[in-house]
Every structure is written in C-alpha cells, then in structure tokens.
C-alpha cells in the first residue's frame, strides 16, 4: 500500500526529472512494449505495477534491459530472422507486486533492493481521511473518516476519490456517518462490507 507515493519518494530523492507509470498487463504487442522502453529518457523513474503479470517475452526484454540498457528486437522468423540491438537510456524501475512468489525470479534478481510494503491499518486510513478532508476543505463529524477509511479498499487515493464524490453527491462540505451510510449507498458502495471491514 502507498506504492505510488514511495515510488514518488524514490523519484525525488534521486532528483529525477519524471516519472513514468505503466502497467504490466497492458503490454501485449513487442512494438508496444518495444516503444515504450526506448522513449524513457534518461534518469527517468518508472512505476510498472502488476509486474508479476508482466507477458514472459516482455519480463526477458526488461531483464535484458536492467542488465545492459539495450533491447533486442527480432524481425522476421527462423533462418531469414533479423535481430537488431537497440540502446535505452539508463532509468530506475520501481515496480509493484502483489506476492513476491508470484514475480519470476529472474527477473526479481535484477532489482537491487526489495521492499515488503505492509497495507494500512484501520486507524492509519482514519488519520489519512482527517488530512485529505484537510486539504480539500472538508468537515469530518466524529465516526465519518472510519467509515470512509473501511470502503476505499486500503487505497489512500481511492479513499480522496471517494471523498470528492461524496461531496458531490451529498452537496455540502460538512460530513456525517450518515452522510456516508446514505452516499455509499448512493454511490454503490456496501455499508454492510464496511462492517466487516470496521470490526
């Protein structure tokens, strides 16, 4: 939990320029894959989340490329097949996973440093609903921020995304348990999960 922030983290403490964010199940095509990675510019951070979903020809091109910054493209099959070798500038990759058993090892032995992140606890995600209410000027009566802190699935952003919605939905800046029970119902959201979540 909290990827993209340590992520950010990362970023700003190695005073990168920018940082890229990609998601491993969405490289389906080599040429996708292929132009995404020589695009990076140098010193760039990428986030690449779900690396555990990462295709197994795209985990060998990325292994190749953490190992020597160049890629190896194919073109053509068997004895007419033409491989051309093609330079990626230097960047920091940071990628997420949701079981570290699941992430080939071969590909995990080309990160120097890998971090168990633990997810927030209930009080944690309280206390985050108190900033972001906070920051976008919102009133949190007692009880509120556990409820909206139990139906944002851990996420500190999906708990800010909730939050602007159900201040939309409700029209007022000042919010309520029942402000909540009544815009998560609104919202689709179950009260009766956020028991259980709560409990």
């Not at 073109?75 to 699941?102: E, Y």
């Not at 939905?169 to 009544?182: A, F, H, K, P, W």
């Not at 998560?184 to 959201?189: N, V």
Request: hydrophobic share 45%.
């Amino acid at each position: 939990m909290g990827q993209t922030f340590v992520a950010a983290a990362f970023a700003g403490e190695f005073g990168a320029n920018s940082m890229a964010k990609a998601k491993a199940p969405e490289f389906e095509v080599s040429g996708d894959f292929t132009a995404y990675f020589t695009n990076l510019r140098k010193r760039e951070f990428l986030l690449m989340a779900d690396l555990h979903l990462l295709r197994m020809p795209f985990w060998k091109g990325l292994r190749e490329i953490m190992h020597s910054n160049q890629l190896t493209i194919t073109i053509g099959q068997g004895p007419a097949a033409r491989h051309h070798v093609m330079v990626v500038s230097p960047f920091t990759t940071i990628a997420t996973c949701s079981k570290l058993r699941d992430c080939p090892s071969e590909l995990l032995d080309g990160f120097s440093l890998v971090l168990s992140l633990e997810p927030y606890s209930k009080t944690e995600l309280s206390e985050i609903a108190t900033r972001i209410a906070r920051k976008i000027d919102v009133s949190l009566e007692p009880g509120a921020e556990e409820l909206l802190a139990g139906g944002c699935n851990g996420s500190p952003g999906h708990l800010e995304l909730i939050m602007r919605r159900l201040v939309r939905t409700i029209g007022q800046n000042n919010i309520t348990s029942e402000d909540v029970r009544t815009g998560f119902q609104a919202l689709g959201i179950r009260v009766a999960s956020l028991a259980a979540v709560l409990e």
